[in-house]
């Protein structure tokens, strides 16, 4: 949890997309310490903790986490995910020692590709029961029933 009455961190993630969907997945099976929330970008709730900080949420193309204040996007979103994480993932964050442009180049490419490569829902599905207290839009009225 975080500082000044917010939450985090949060994992920002395009909702519709069935890699970031994977991605939500890993996390939550991998986050030991259940610190991670989750807000799809197509949310009111992103458009609230994202406009402050001058990120569009309608930018679909990039995983953004609020990690203690601070906005990470592409590459540096995955890779401070990971290192929150732990072993054994934690050690993919030595590739921030990478210039961000360079890391960002492959991560480009597969955003780009990822509908037409790993799919794409027609609504964000719904979170397993159990796991719904850590997600901020909550309310799901346009939820499919795949659960992510």
């Known amino acids: 949890?975080?500082?000044?009455?917010?939450?985090?961190?949060i994992v920002f993630y395009d909702g519709v997309c069935a890699l970031c969907n994977w991605t939500v997945k890993f996390i939550l099976r991998n986050d030991k310490?259940?610190?991670?929330?989750?807000?799809?970008l197509q949310s009111e709730v992103a458009r609230v903790y994202l406009d402050p900080h001058g990120v569009d949420p309608s930018d679909l193309h990039s995983i953004?986490?609020?990690?203690g204040g601070k906005m990470y996007r592409r590459s540096a979103a995955i890779l401070r995910i990971l290192r929150r994480l732990g072993s054994p993932w934690s050690?993919?964050?030595?590739?921030?020692?990478?210039p961000a442009a360079f890391?960002?180049?492959f991560y480009n490419l597969i955003a780009r590709h990822r509908y037409r490569v790993f799919g794409k829902f027609n609504a964000c599905p719904v979170p397993p029961?159990?796991?719904?207290?850590?997600?901020?839009d909550r309310a799901f009225p346009d939820a499919v029933s795949n659960e992510p």
């Open 1 to 9: 949890m975080a500082t000044s009455g917010t939450v985090d961190p």
């Open 33 to 40: 310490e259940a610190t991670f929330h989750f807000a799809s």
């Open 64 to 67: 953004v986490l609020l990690d």
């Open 91 to 98: 050690v993919f964050a030595a590739l921030e020692v990478l």
């Open 103 to 105: 890391v960002d180049v």
């Open 129 to 136: 029961f159990n796991m719904r207290e850590r997600f901020l």
